[in-house]
C-alpha cells in the first residue's frame, strides 16, 4: 500500500514524488516514457535551451567576434553534432532524475497509468493500492482545424528540436514563447524565419512596452514578423508547406512550425470514469490541489495557470507538503516568466497593461543597458530594466527585463516580491560594480526619478 502515487514524472510530479518521500510517505511515480523528467527535459526546456546556446554561439563565432578583434575564418556548422550535443545533454539530466528517484526511495513504474478506482492506479497488470493519486500528467501540442500537422513538414516544437537539416525558410505560426526560441535557434543557424501571429503584437502576456521593443530587435536579428494574421489552413505540398491566413496573405516554406499553445493531455488516465471535474480542457482544482474526487491531487500544465516547469515543480512541493502535513503553499503573484531568445525577456508581478486595467495607481522606472558599463564591455546593450512600483506604498508590483541574462536578474526582483519589498528596498541594496544587476538597481532609483547615470 503506497500513500501516494504520482502519475506523470515531469517537473510537478517526479519533484511532489521526492518531496513526499523526504517527509517519510511511500511513494510511487508511474511513467509511461522510458525516459524520466517530462516534456520539459526530454522535448521541452533542456533541449530547447541547449539548441539556443549551440545555435547563438555558432552565430557569434561567424559574425559577432569580429566586433572583439578577433578574427576567425572557415566557421562551419556540424548540425549532426550540435543535436548530439544536446541529446547527451538530455539523456545526462533523465538519467539523473532516475538517481534522484532511487536515492529517495520512489518506486518508479514504467507503463501507463489509469485511475482504476479510488485509491487504485492500474500500470498494465499491475495494480497500485495507496491513500493518495497525483495527477502530473502534463500537456502536449495544440492545434486548430486546417493546421494538418504531419509531424515532419509541418511540424510541432518536438519535431523542430530535431530537424536533420537547416531549413530555408522556416514558417513559425505562432509568436509566442516557441515560435520566438525555436524560431531563433534556427534562425542562428542561417534559415529565413517568418512569423505569422493572429494578434498585432508577439508575445501576449508580456508588458506591451517591452515586448514591442523586442520584437524590433528580433527584426534587426533578421526575423520577419506578419501581425494581425490569423493562420487558417497549413499543409505540406510536396517539397514545400503552405501557410495560409483568413485575411489572404499566402507563404511557402520548406518547414512550418506550429507553436499555438499546449493542451492538457489525459489519454488513457480514465479521468472521466474517475468523476474528476475539468473545465476548459483542465482538471478544476481549489488552492491545495484538491480535484473534486477525495483522494485526487492534480498539479502543473494539466490544471489552470502559466505552462511553466517552475510552477509545476513549486506546485510539486507544495502539494507534497500538503498531503503530508496540512500545510503547502505557492505564491503566483511571484512566479517569473522568461523567454531565453537573444537577448532574454524576464518578467516578475504584473505589466503595466494589467496594472492600467486593474486601476492600480504606479510610479515607473526604465533604465537601458546602454548606459551600463558592464552590458557596453560585453558589446550587449539591447534592453532595458522596467521596474513599476505602487504609487502610494511604492511596494514593487512588477519587474520587466529586456536585455542580456533577464533569466537571471529577474531572481533579485522575484526575492525582492517575495519580500514585499519596496523600489527604495531594491535601490539601497549594495549592487556590484561592474555588473549587469546595476541597470536593476538604477531602474528602482529611477522610479523615484533619481537614477544615476541617465
Ligand atoms: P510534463 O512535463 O508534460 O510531464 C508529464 C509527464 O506525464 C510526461 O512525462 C508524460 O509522459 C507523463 N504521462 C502523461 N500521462 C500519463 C499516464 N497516464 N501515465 C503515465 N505517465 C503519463 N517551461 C519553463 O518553465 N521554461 C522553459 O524554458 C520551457 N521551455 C519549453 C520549451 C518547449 C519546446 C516546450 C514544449 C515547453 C517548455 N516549457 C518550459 C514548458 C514546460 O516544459 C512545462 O510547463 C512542464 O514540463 C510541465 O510540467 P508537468 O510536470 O506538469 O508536465
Ligand atoms: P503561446 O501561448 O505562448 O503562444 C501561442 C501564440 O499563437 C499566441 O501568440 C497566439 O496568439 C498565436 N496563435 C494562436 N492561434 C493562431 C492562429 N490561428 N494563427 C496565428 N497565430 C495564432 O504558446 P506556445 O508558444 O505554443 O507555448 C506553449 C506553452 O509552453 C506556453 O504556455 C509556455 O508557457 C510554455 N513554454 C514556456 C517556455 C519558457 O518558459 N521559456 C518556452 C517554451 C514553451
Excluded at 541547449?50 to 545555435?55: D, F, H, V, Y
Excluded at 522556416?170 to 524560431?183: A, M, P, R
Excluded at 534559415?191 to 501576449?204: H, M
Aim: proline share 3%.
Amino acid at each position: 500500500m503506497f500513500d501516494l502515487v504520482v502519475i506523470g514524472a515531469g517537473p510537478g510530479g517526479y519533484v511532489a514524488a521526492i518531496r513526499a518521500a523526504q517527509l517519510g510517505l511511500k511513494v510511487a511515480c508511474v511513467e509511461k516514457e522510458s525516459a524520466l523528467g517530462g516534456t520539459c527535459l526530454r522535448v521541452g526546456c533542456i533541449p530547447s535551451k541547449a539548441l539556443l546556446q549551440s545555435s547563438h554561439l555558432f552565430h557569434q563565432a561567424k559574425h559577432g567576434l569580429a566586433r572583439h578583434g578577433i578574427k576567425v575564418s572557415g566557421v562551419e556548422l556540424d548540425l549532426g553534432s550540435m543535436l548530439r550535443r544536446k541529446d547527451t545533454v538530455v539523456k545526462t539530466l533523465t538519467k539523473g532524475v532516475e538517481g534522484l528517484l532511487a536515492k529517495n526511495k520512489v518506486e518508479r513504474v514504467n507503463g501507463l497509468g489509469r485511475i482504476a478506482g479510488p485509491g487504485q492506479v492500474q500500470v498494465g497488470e499491475r495494480t497500485l493500492e495507496c491513500k493518495h493519486i497525483l495527477i502530473a500528467t502534463g500537456s502536449v501540442p495544440s492545434f486548430f482545424a486546417g493546421m494538418e500537422v504531419d509531424y515532419d513538414r509541418v511540424c510541432t516544437s518536438t519535431e523542430a528540436l530535431n530537424f536533420k537539416t537547416v531549413p530555408q525558410h522556416l514558417i513559425v505560426i505562432g509568436g509566442g514563447v516557441i515560435g520566438l526560441e525555436l524560431g531563433s535557434v534556427w534562425g542562428w543557424l542561417g534559415a529565413k524565419v517568418s512569423v505569422v501571429e493572429f494578434l498585432d503584437r508577439i508575445l501576449p502576456g508580456t508588458d506591451l512596452e517591452v515586448a514591442a521593443a523586442a520584437q524590433k530587435i528580433f527584426e534587426k536579428q533578421g526575423m520577419e514578423f506578419h501581425l494581425g494574421q490569423k493562420v487558417t489552413s497549413a499543409r505540406s505540398q510536396g517539397e514545400v508547406a503552405l501557410v495560409e491566413t483568413e485575411s489572404g496573405l499566402r507563404l511557402e516554406g520548406d518547414r512550418v512550425l506550429v507553436a499555438v499553445g499546449r493542451k492538457a493531455y489525459f489519454d488513457g488516465l480514465g479521468l472521466e470514469e474517475a468523476g474528476v471535474k475539468t473545465e476548459r480542457g483542465k482538471v478544476v482544482v481549489d488552492e491545495h490541489f484538491r480535484t473534486n474526487v477525495a483522494g485526487l491531487w492534480a498539479i502543473g500544465d494539466c490544471i489552470p495557470g502559466a505552462m511553466l516547469a517552475h510552477k509545476a515543480e513549486d506546485e510539486g512541493m507544495a502539494v507534497a507538503e500538503f498531503i503530508a502535513t496540512g500545510y503547502g503553499h505557492v505564491n503566483y503573484d511571484a512566479i517569473p516568466a522568461i523567454v531565453y531568445t537573444h537577448p532574454e525577456i524576464a518578467s516578475v508581478g504584473l505589466n503595466e497593461e494589467q496594472l492600467k486595467e486593474r486601476g492600480v495607481p504606479y510610479r515607473k522606472g526604465t533604465f537601458p543597458f546602454l548606459a551600463n558599463g558592464r552590458a557596453r564591455s560585453q558589446n550587449e546593450t539591447d534592453g532595458m530594466v522596467k521596474v513599476l512600483a505602487h504609487t502610494e506604498t511604492d511596494r514593487v508590483l512588477g519587474v520587466h527585463i529586456l536585455g542580456p541574462s533577464a533569466g537571471d536578474l529577474i531572481a533579485e526582483c522575484v526575492v525582492a516580491m517575495e519580500f514585499s519589498a519596496s523600489s527604495e528596498d531594491i535601490a539601497r541594496v549594495c549592487h556590484a560594480h561592474p555588473t549587469l544587476s546595476e541597470v536593476v538597481k538604477e531602474a528602482a532609483l529611477a522610479v523615484d526619478g533619481r537614477a544615476i547615470h541617465m
